[in-house]
């Protein structure tokens, strides 16, 4: 992973991305790569120009289209909770910013993002090539589906949560495989890991979550008056 050429350690912002590294350690992160990868990425090009400031404050911030760039803290726990060690194709589903694409980028072979709102997706990918990351592809369409020309998945992550996890995830996803998402449910929202063993699979639990809906076909509903 070292000769990988992101990360830009002269752009002035280096130091602010060492005090986050800090501050995810202190919370209970553990694992060095999803370390390394907060130090290296530039989370600053992957928010609007006016909150760049802010950039490496451990909040979620808004990104338009009513959606929002998840806070640190949140997405190490889910890229630590993926357990990758370098070699998977994954696929994930709303890429929004696409910082955590670029993480996963950082962290794993070959990555797919879905996002549903192309002006996003458009977004992301500018960001991503101004990172540097070339293992990367942002898709548009609905996530619920996955992507079946690229399946099977070695890790899935769904940044989003849904009221029960999508079949087609499932379906795509590979032997031994890892697929990290929130689910909606009584009390609020869960995080949960989806281990694929064999014909079955296995579900653990992983404290709560508090994620913007998953809308699709196998997500929740649209939000009233939109069509995309
Ligand atoms: N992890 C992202 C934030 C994701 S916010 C970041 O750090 O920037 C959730 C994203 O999921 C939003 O961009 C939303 O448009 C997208 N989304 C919601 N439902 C979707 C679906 N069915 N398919 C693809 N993207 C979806």
Redo the contacts with the bound molecule.
């Keep these: 992973m070292a000769a990988r050429r992101i990360g830009s350690p002269g752009d002035g912002y280096a130091g602010y991305r060492e005090r986050l590294v800090e501050q995810l350690r202190a919370g209970g992160i553990e694992n060095l790569a999803v370390l390394r990868a907060f130090a290296e990425i530039p989370r600053h090009l ?1 928010v609007p120009e006016g909150l760049r400031a802010r950039a490496y404050e451990d909040v979620a911030l808004p ?1 338009g ?1 009513g ?4 806070q640190p803290s949140t ?1 190490a726990r889910y890229l630590e909770a993926l357990e990758l060690r370098g070699d998977e194709k994954v696929l994930e ?8 694409t670029a993480l996963l980028g950082f962290l794993a072979a070959q990555v797919f993002s ?4 192309p002006e ?1 997706a458009a977004t992301a990918r500018s960001a991503l090539r101004a990172a540097g990351l070339e293992n990367v592809t942002v898709l548009v ?4 589906l996955g992507w079946r020309p690229y399946a099977p998945y070695q890790a899935i992550l769904v ?2 949560a849904a009221p029960q996890v999508p079949k087609p995830l499932l379906e795509q996803l590979d032997e031994g495989g890892r697929l990290v998402m929130a689910l909606m449910g009584n009390s609020g929202q869960e995080l949960i890991r989806i281990r694929r063993e064999g014909r079955s699979t296995r579900v653990e639990r992983l404290g709560t979550a508090n ?6 076909r196998y ?1 929740a509903p649209l939000p009233e008056g939109e069509n995309r």
């Design positions: 992957f990104i289209w959606q929002t760039i998840s997405q589903v709303g890429t929004g910013s696409g910082y955590q879905i996002e549903r709102v996003l369409g609905d996530g619920t940044a989003a994620f913007l809906p998953l809308v699709g997500g």
